[in-house]
C-alpha cells in the first residue's frame, strides 16, 4: 500500500469569514513505489492536499492511509513521511554530514548506522565531496540535494515534495529533477509530488492528477492526459503548446461540440484551402520549429506549429490550415467535458 486519499475535503476562512474551499471530495490512490505528480493553476490546492497527507493542515472531512495504516488523525511524526519543500529549510550552522543526520540522531538512531546512511545517501545524491561543507558554502542545487539526502535516509513509507525545484536555475532543475526521479525508483518509495509546471509533471510522474479549484479533474499517465485530456481545461493545461479550441462557429457551424487541435496536429495549405483560412499575426521561431498565430475572420486565434524548413508564411500574409480528423478533440464547452 501507498497512499490512499479518501473524500479529502478543508475549507479555510478568509478575512471577510467567507468559506474557501481549498479541497472537495478528493480521492487520490498513490500505488506503492509510485511517483505520483499534482499539478494544476497557483491556488487550485496543491499545497493543502500535500500539507492534509503530511498532517500539517488537518481536513474538515476525508481519510488519509500512508502503508496501510490509517494516519487522519496522526502528527506529522507519526506518519512515516519524508517532507521536502522548496527552501531546502537546512540548518546554517551545521555541516552537511549533520544536517543529514539530524533526524536520525534526534530518533536515537545508533551511531554506526547513521554513519552508514549518511555515507550511502550522499554517494546517492552526488554529496560524498561536500560532506563537510556548510550550507553557505554550497549551491542552490546542492542544497536541494542536501535536503532530499536529508528525506532519504529517514527510509520514510512516503515522499511528499512540494515544488522542490522551484528555486533552482533552468539547467539544475533538469538535473536535479532527473536525480528525484532515479533515486524514486531505487528507493522504490511512493512519492507525491506537487508543482504547477505541466513540463515537470509530464517527464516525472508515473501518473499525473490534475488539480483545479480543489477537485481533481483527471489522473493518469503522461501518453493518456495528452493524447485524452477528459476536460478543455486539461486539454489547454497539458502540453508545450496550449491545445487550440475552436467554437462551433470558426468552423461554419451552428452548433455543436468545441472543437480542439493540438498546434502540433495543424499543417499549413494555400489560403482558402483546408479547414480555415486566417491571417498571420505573428510567427516564434524555436529553433527547429516554429509557431505561427493565425487569426480567423471571426478573431478566433488559432496556434500552429510547422517544422521551420517548411516554409514559414511572413507575418500579415493569409494561410490556409488543415489536420486530419482523427486529430480532433470535443469538448462539450471551452472549459468543459469531452464528448469525444
Ligand atoms: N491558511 C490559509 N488560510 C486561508 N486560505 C488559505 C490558506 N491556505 C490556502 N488557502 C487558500 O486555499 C486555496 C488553495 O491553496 P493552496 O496553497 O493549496 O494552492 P496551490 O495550488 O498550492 O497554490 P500555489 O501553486 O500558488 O502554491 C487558495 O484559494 C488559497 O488562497
Given at each position: 500500500m501507498g497512499i490512499a486519499i479518501h473524500g479529502a475535503h478543508k475549507s479555510y476562512r478568509s478575512r471577510r469569514k467567507q468559506p474557501i474551499t481549498a479541497l472537495a471530495e478528493v480521492d487520490l490512490h498513490v500505488a506503492r513505489g509510485e511517483l505520483m505528480v499534482v499539478v494544476g493553476p497557483s491556488g487550485s490546492g496543491k499545497s493543502t492536499l500535500l500539507r492534509a497527507t503530511a498532517g500539517l493542515e488537518a481536513l474538515d472531512a476525508g481519510r488519509i492511509e500512508i502503508g496501510g495504516r490509517d494516519v487522519t488523525t496522526a502528527a506529522p511524526g507519526d506518519r512515516d513521511i519524508s517532507l521536502v519543500f522548496q527552501d531546502y529549510a537546512l540548518f546554517p550552522h551545521l555541516t552537511v554530514t549533520e544536517n543529514i543526520a539530524f533526524g536520525q540522531r534526534a530518533r536515537g538512531v545508533p551511531k554506526t548506522q547513521i554513519?552508514?546512511?549518511?555515507?550511502?545517501?550522499?554517494?546517492?545524491?552526488?554529496?560524498?565531496?561536500?560532506?563537510?561543507?556548510?550550507?553557505?558554502?554550497?549551491?542552490?542545487?546542492?542544497?536541494?540535494?542536501?535536503?532530499?539526502?536529508?528525506?532519504?535516509?529517514r527510509r520514510p513509507k512516503a515522499f511528499l515534495l512540494d515544488e522542490p525545484l522551484a528555486n533552482l536555475d533552468p539547467d539544475l532543475r533538469l538535473r536535479t529533477r532527473v536525480e528525484?526521479?532515479?533515486?524514486?525508483?531505487?528507493?522504490?518509495?511512493?512519492?507525491?509530488?506537487?508543482?504547477?509546471?505541466?513540463?515537470?509533471?509530464?517527464?516525472?510522474?508515473?501518473?499525473?492528477?490534475?488539480?483545479?479549484?480543489?477537485?481533481?479533474?483527471?489522473?493518469?499517465?503522461?501518453?493518456?492526459?495528452?493524447?485524452?485530456?477528459s476536460t478543455a481545461f486539461i486539454a489547454r493545461f497539458i502540453g508545450t503548446l496550449p491545445m487550440n479550441l475552436l467554437p462551433p462557429?470558426?468552423?461554419?457551424?451552428?452548433?455543436?461540440?468545441?472543437?480542439?487541435?493540438?498546434?502540433?496536429?495543424?499543417?499549413?495549405a494555400q489560403a482558402g484551402h483546408?479547414?480555415?483560412?486566417?491571417?498571420?499575426?505573428?510567427?516564434?521561431?524555436?529553433?527547429?520549429?516554429?509557431?505561427?498565430?493565425?487569426?480567423?475572420?471571426?478573431?478566433?486565434?488559432?496556434?500552429?506549429?510547422?517544422?521551420?524548413?517548411?516554409?514559414?508564411?511572413?507575418?500579415?500574409?493569409?494561410?490556409?490550415?488543415?489536420w486530419s480528423n482523427a486529430d480532433e478533440h470535443h469538448f462539450a464547452s471551452a472549459e468543459g467535458p469531452r464528448t469525444a
Open positions: 554513519t552508514t546512511d549518511v555515507a550511502q545517501a550522499a554517494a546517492m545524491l552526488g554529496l560524498t565531496a561536500a560532506l563537510a561543507r556548510y550550507p553557505r558554502e554550497l549551491s542552490g542545487g546542492e542544497r536541494q540535494r542536501v535536503a532530499l539526502a536529508r528525506a532519504m535516509v528525484i526521479r532515479e533515486l524514486q525508483r531505487r528507493l522504490g518509495v511512493s512519492m507525491l509530488y506537487v508543482t504547477h509546471d505541466q513540463t515537470e509533471a509530464l517527464a516525472l510522474g508515473d501518473r499525473i492528477a490534475v488539480v483545479r479549484a480543489g477537485r481533481i479533474e483527471q489522473v493518469g499517465t503522461p501518453d493518456e492526459l495528452y493524447a485524452r485530456p462557429e470558426a468552423l461554419g457551424r451552428e452548433s455543436g461540440p468545441v472543437t480542439g487541435i493540438r498546434p502540433e496536429r495543424t499543417h499549413l483546408g479547414h480555415l483560412t486566417g491571417r498571420v499575426a505573428a510567427v516564434e521561431p524555436s529553433g527547429e520549429e516554429t509557431v505561427l498565430h493565425v487569426v480567423c475572420p471571426d478573431t478566433t486565434r488559432i496556434l500552429v506549429r510547422v517544422p521551420s524548413s517548411a516554409g514559414v508564411p511572413r507575418p500579415g500574409s493569409e494561410t490556409g490550415i488543415t
